[in-house]
T-cell receptor
Framework: EAQVTQNPRYLITVTGKKLTVTCSQN?????MSWYRQDPGLGLRQIYY???????DKGDVPEGYKVSRKEKRNFPLILESPSPNQTSLYFC?????????????FGPGTRLTVL | AQSVTQPDIHITVSEGASLELRCNYS??????LFWYVQSPGQGLQLLLK??????LVQGIKGFEAEFKRSQSSFNLRKPSVHWSDAAEYFC?????????????FGDGTTLTVKP
C-alpha cells in the first residue's frame, strides 16, 4: 500500500532532550516536507526537500533540523526541544516538486514538550 | 510572499444543504491552488487542485471549486452535504514555480454537519 508513515505517533518528552521523528514513504517520491499544525495557525511548513541531499527552509525552521540521505526517509530532528514546539507534526511527500503534484500526508505525530 | 486566508473558522450546515467554504490567496503569479480535508485524527487528503485551464475544478467526494483571478479566490462548494463531510478543510497555495517547493496553507475551516 502506498503510504507515508511517521513514528512515533505520540511522544511526550522534556525540554532539552533530543528527539527524532521519522518519516518514510514507499512511493519513490522526490519531494518531502514537514509541517506543524497548531490551533488557529493552520499548517506551517518547517522544511522541505526536493531530492536526496537537497533540503530547504520553510516558514518556521527555527529549532528543527532535517536530513535527506535516502530518497524514502526524511527525519525531523529537534536537538533541544522546547515547550513551544508542542504541536501536531505532519510529513508529506509528492512525486516531484512539480507544479500541481499532490502531496500525500502521513498520519501525524503529536508531540508534547514539558 | 504568498499567503492564504480562510475567513470562516467554523461553519455549521444541515445535512443535505449546500456548502461553500471561502479561500482567498495572495500570490504574485499564477497560483497553484489546493483544497485538502482532514478528518478527526487523520492526515490531510487532497480534494482537488487547480493549476491551469478550466477555472471550475471537480474533485473527489462531490466537491468542486472555482478559481476567480479577479477576486483572488478559490472557494470550495458542494451542492448537498453529507454527515461524513464533517471535518476540517484547508486551502493551500503552492509556490512550485519560483520558490521551488514552498507550500502555504490557510488556517482551516471546521465544518459541522447538523442532522
Amino acid at each position: 500500500e502506498a503510504q507515508v508513515t511517521q513514528n512515533p505517533r505520540y511522544l511526550i518528552t522534556v525540554t532539552g532532550k533530543k528527539l527524532t521523528v521519522t518519516c518514510s514513504q514507499n512511493m519513490n517520491h522526490e519531494y518531502m516536507s514537514w509541517y506543524r499544525q497548531d490551533p488557529g495557525l493552520g499548517l506551517r511548513q518547517i522544511y522541505y526537500s526536493m531530492n536526496v541531499e537537497v533540503t530547504d527552509k520553510g516558514d518556521v525552521p527555527e529549532g528543527y533540523k532535517v536530513s535527506r540521505k535516502e530518497k524514502r526517509n526524511f527525519p525531523l530532528i529537534l536537538e533541544s526541544p522546547s515547550p513551544n514546539q508542542t504541536s501536531l507534526y505532519f510529513c508529506a511527500s509528492s512525486l516531484t516538486s512539480g507544479r500541481a503534484d499532490t502531496q500525500y500526508f502521513g498520519p501525524g505525530t503529536r508531540l508534547t514538550v514539558l | 510572499a504568498q499567503s492564504v486566508t480562510q475567513p470562516d473558522i467554523h461553519i455549521t450546515v444541515s445535512e443535505g444543504a449546500s456548502l461553500e467554504l471561502r479561500c482567498n490567496y495572495s500570490y504574485g503569479a499564477t497560483p497553484y491552488l489546493f483544497w485538502y480535508v482532514q478528518s478527526p485524527g487523520q492526515g490531510l487528503q487532497l480534494l482537488l487542485k487547480y493549476f491551469s485551464g478550466d477555472t471550475l475544478v471537480q474533485g473527489i467526494k462531490g466537491f468542486e471549486a472555482e478559481f476567480k483571478r479577479s477576486q483572488s479566490s478559490f472557494n470550495l462548494r458542494k451542492p448537498s452535504v453529507h454527515w461524513s463531510d464533517a471535518a476540517e478543510y484547508f486551502c493551500a497555495v503552492g509556490d512550485f514555480n519560483t520558490n521551488a517547493g514552498k507550500s502555504t496553507f490557510g488556517d482551516g475551516t471546521t465544518l459541522t454537519v447538523k442532522p
